[in-house]
């Protein structure tokens, strides 16, 4: 594993609907809950259609901007996130380098382009 993809803590920020990454680098990454349940990785999600409006969840309720949460995180191995949604899905695994990839943050943005 990259060094950079090294995460030293995460957690939730409920009030912001934000999940937190701070990596060994000391690197701080952001991530909306909107954003993450977007690009869930796992085979269902990545062949469903492309949402339109809101987020189309391939066997329950569309989701609007806002309303998505995640509700459990958890470790898998030491390379990845599992996150238990709001709106009951859970098959998705998110990898740490997937999630540095996926870094909103302007220097990481401008950096990637
Ligand atoms: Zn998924
Ligand atoms: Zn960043």
């Known amino acids: 594993m990259r060094f950079k993809a ?3 803590d ?3 920020d409920e009030a912001q609907h934000l999940l937190v990454v701070r990596w060994r680098d000391g690197h701080e990454s952001r991530y909306s809950f909107d954003d993450l349940r977007k690009v869930c990785p796992c085979a269902d999600c990545r062949t469903a259609e492309e949402p339109r409006g809101g987020l189309q969840v391939l066997t329950g309720p569309v989701v609007r ?3 998505i949460r995640i509700v459990a995180i958890s470790p898998v191995g030491r390379y990845a996130l599992g ?3 709001s709106d009951g899905h859970s098959t998705g695994i998110y990898s740490f380098d997937f999630l540095r990839e996926l870094c909103p943050c302007e220097a990481c943005r401008l950096g990637a382009g």
């Open 6 to 8: 090294d995460p030293a």
């Open 10 to 12: 995460y957690r939730l």
């Open 65 to 67: 901007r806002g309303e």
């Open 83 to 85: 996150f238990r949604w």
